[in-house]
């Protein structure tokens, strides 16, 4: 099957916009190859400082500087559920290592904070620019010039992004991103949500809200719904930097074993001592990108991708908008329907086929670039199979040609809805993105007067207080990154969710971000320019109508033209949001972070 024309065409308009900043980035991690392998440029001491608490065996290696020496840059710590696993990891790493003839050392840990745990708090603040922070721990664990490869060990929701940043400042080392995998399924996902709603209306007590949290996230691995953390999976496979089918395998199992032990001989073999060179700066290139914008629309994966993976690529020199997801979009139908956008959780969606499947339902379409590098060697299609153990070791086989649960996994054929999960919004109130794979039709177009607010709390105040049973759109202002670090306002979910099961058309305009896992109410976020900036959306009054048409991708305040040049956009104080929980330390990130559409970068990339 030849390529969708439309694909081509973005592809091609990437690649002429990203021409001078990817041929620099290039550029500059050629001459680092070139160097290969660095630590031979190391002194003594320097070496000696290196190997000092190395087992004897590893010591010769090291020394002798002639087999590959993995890096191992982990996010483990034991609070999260997704990252308790990964304790395991660096011992079976290097074992595997060994027994090709390589070494492994941990080069360093990167921060890892939960988005369950902060939602909502003062912590929240932190999450976005922790992004950055990882980027910079893993440029700092890699800076030791000791390593011919990496492994990366993270799974969470801006860890997977801010390794990848990190690691492809040093795109000329091979790099194969680790996961852990989902825990077992627990709470169905609707059920949580439905108590979640009977919570916020007073209904049941927090007792009764506790039981079935605690039924929802019971165990080690991957929170279950389709948010980000397990976008960032599907992502890593489907841009080829996962070993195939490993995302959604569970932890604690021989198989998820087999994977992280097979991962680290596989770094070995493609480093530039073999014969199999594979660096990461060829492997993400702007056909991989496109591949990771086709991943997103058919599965209905996170909105807060419309941020990182622009960030992702721009570290790799390749320059994204959201006018590209939202032509990507257009063209790809959802085939998958994994909560919020369905009843399932991401187990079934690896039991009914999972990425196996999927890669091949679009590959056969003509929907994915098929001539790209992966860390498995060339062409995508090596990842169009499903993993399995034989005689205790691991192996694959082809991925099956029918879906094993079409209630979860569609096919091309005949997909849930003919395009993706993701969409532009634009109008004078600025451009952001809504997630409409999770949004019944007859809730995609609301036109309603606004009810600003500056904070999430001062809508569910006013939700308690008995003010919100009618039509509105709840504007909720100076949630950006330059104002407090763009928080999730997830916390808003069930409150409109009771508005809109009552009966009453609702909607949410905010220059911040919600979960990946929000759902079913029409949200436009991200929108930018941000209201701190000056953006339009802080023009915004009470009273006035606004239009959110998800199906046209129109956002507008119907305000005469005149009358709307004339307004001046509010102004806040954000003081409160500036110190306390670790905030103050981050005043830097917060005063030089890009716009959502350019990543809400707080660093600058070399170009």
Known sequence: MSLHLRLVEVTERIV?????????????????????????????????????????????MLREQRQPNLAIVSAYNDMLSAHQPLATYPELIKAAAREVGATAQFAGGVPAMCDGVTQGQAGMELSLFSRDIIAMSTAVAMSHQMFDGMLCLGVCDKIVPGLMIGALQFGHLPA?????????????????????????????????????????????GTCTFYGTANSNQMLMEIMGVHLPSSAFVNPDTPLRDAFTCEAAKRAAAITALGNEYIPLAEVIDERAIVNGLVGLMATGGSTNHAIHLVAMAAAAGIIIDWTDFDDISAIIPLLAKIYPNGSADVNHFHAAGGMGYLISQLLDAG??????????GPGL??????????????????APTESQDKSVLSSVASPF????????VQGNLGRGVIKVSAVQA????????????????ALIDAFKRGELDRDFIAVIRFQGPRANGMPELHKLTPTLGVLQDRGFKVALVTDGRMSGASGKVPSAIHITPECL??????????????????????????????????????????????????????AVFRSNATGAEQGAMSFMLPM
């Not at 809805?417 to 532009?424: A, K, M, V, W």
Request: aromatic fraction near 6%; hydrophobic fraction near 40%; include cysteine.
């Open 16 to 60: 002429r916009k990203s021409q001078p900043t990817r041929s620099a980035y290039l550029a500059r991690v050629a001459a680092w190859a070139a160097k290969e392998p660095v630590r031979k440029g190391l002194s003594c001491t320097n070496l000696a400082h290196a190997y000092a608490a190395s087992p004897a065996g590893d010591k010769i």
């Open 176 to 220: 194969i991103f680790v996961p852990a995998g989902p825990m077992v399924s627990g709470l169905e996902n609707k059920e949580k949500a439905r108590i979640r709603q009977l919570y916020a209306e007073g209904k049941i007590g927090r007792e009764g809200l506790l039981e079935a949290e605690e039924k929802s996230y019971h165990g080690a």
């Open 367 to 376: 929907l994915l670039h098929e001539d790209v590098k992966t860390v498995m």
């Open 381 to 398: 299609r090596r990842y169009a199979v499903e993993p399995h153990m034989n005689s205790g070791q691991l192996a694959w086989r082809p």
């Open 417 to 424: 809805q003919p395009d993706g999960g993701l969409r532009l």
């Open 442 to 457: 007859a809730h995609r177009i609301v036109e309603a007067p606004a009810i600003v607010f500056d904070s999430q709390d």
């Open 533 to 586: 900036a000056g953006g339009p959306l802080a023009k915004v009054c009470n009273g006035d109508m606004i239009r959110l048409d998800a199906e046209t991708g129109t956002l507008e305040a119907l305000v005469p033209a005149d009358v709307w040049a004339q307004r001046t956009p509010a102004t806040a104080d954000v003081t409160a949001n500036q110190y306390g929980y670790g905030r103050d330390l981050f």
